[in-house]
């Protein structure tokens, strides 16, 4: 489906050329133009331009990287060091002295008032008796290493994990195909074709406009006929699925106007083909060849034979489908 923001979205990138992610300073990553456009309905911007870029509309072109929280979904990671015995992270690199008997411990151990002292065998130290390196030990257990263990913490929820139990996420910029152009002008002209049919029957209307009553809702066309008190909402589909069609006509019925579906492949699911033969719904084709039409048949995605619209569908289909107020 495409919703009214999508579609926007992409005739956007028709100007604009591309989408770009923003990286902000604390590593969290968005699509903010992309999420101007979209409405309120629609699902979060990355995953609208990955859908696209799977459907072959967009073209996806890699960016960069970013790593994200496998608790609580955040960006931006920390990297730190932690103890491999406790996995604390207090574990600090500190300058340690080991003595010929095998002692070793932190240079403080070591300092007495003359120079350095083992602490263990108790023998005064020359300076060339004595091996500094760096090592860590853990202030939380008495663990002394070479080598910390790697962990990434979430400025979020302040979970550590391995760096490879991080979420990649892979960033894009994502530019229209020429497979894309030719989508996004088959829903315009299914948009624009429904709307003039919806005009020569004297409705009013508007496209991808919002409908304010209980609740709000951007649509594609909205028709209203005042003085017949009749209205028709419209949205444009590739394959119109149940689950979004049972939601546009819910919300069809809460704002008393009938709801019409363009299919732009000619084909529904089953049970959206359903919900017309029972005339709560009005599905139409949109046909491109020539001028562009409507029409009042279609597929459905379960049988492979057309759906035969019979004497009475015929009549009342397309948008002479008898509205809530007995009109014709
Ligand atoms: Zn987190
Ligand atoms: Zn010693
Ligand atoms: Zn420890």
């Known amino acids: 489906m495409v919703s009214p923001g999508e579609l926007r979205l992409i005739d956007t990138l028709l100007e604009d050329g591309a989408f770009e992610p923003d990286i902000s300073d604390d590593g969290s990553v968005s699509y903010s133009a992309v999420a101007e456009l979209l409405d309120e309905i629609d699902d979060d911007p990355a995953a609208v331009l990955e859908r696209f870029a799977a459907r072959g509309v967009l073209a996806d072109e890699f960016v960069s990287k970013v790593y994200v929280c496998p608790e609580c979904a955040t960006e931006g990671l920390q990297y730190t060091t932690v103890c491999p015995a406790c996995g604390d992270p207090r574990a600090i690199e500190t300058t340690v002295l080991e003595h010929v008997c095998g002692y070793t411990g932190p240079e403080s151990e070591f300092e007495s008032e003359t120079g350095y002292r083992c602490p263990e065998c108790e023998q005064d130290l020359e300076s060339v008796d004595i091996e500094k390196r760096l090592q860590y030990s853990c202030q939380e257990c008495p663990e002394s290493f070479d080598v910390p263990d790697d962990r990434l913490r979430c400025r979020e929820c302040s ?26 002008a088959r829903q315009q002209a299914a948009r624009q074709t429904a709307a003039e049919v919806l005009e020569e029957r004297r409705f009013e209307t508007e496209i991808d406009t919002t409908v304010d009553d209980e609740t709000s809702r951007q649509v594609h066309v909205l028709a209203e006929d005042r003085l017949m008190g009749d209205r028709r909402i419209v949205s444009i589909h590739e394959t119109p699925a149940t689950e979004t069609i049972d939601e546009f006509c819910a919300f069809a019925e809460s704002i008393d106007a009938h709801p019409v579906v363009v299919t732009t492949s000619g084909t529904v699911e089953a049970d959206v083909a359903r919900r017309a033969e029972n005339s709560e719904l009005t599905v139409l084709t949109f046909d491109e060849s020539g001028e562009g039409t409507l029409e009042p048949e279609y597929e459905t995605t379960e049988s492979v034979g057309a759906h035969r619209p019979g004497l009475f569908e015929r009549l009342t289909a397309a948008l002479e489908v008898t509205g809530r107020n007995g009109r014709q």
């Open 159 to 184: 979970s550590m994990f391995p760096p490879l139990e991080a979420i990649e996420r892979v960033l894009y910029r994502y530019t229209l195909t020429a497979g894309g152009e030719e989508w996004l």
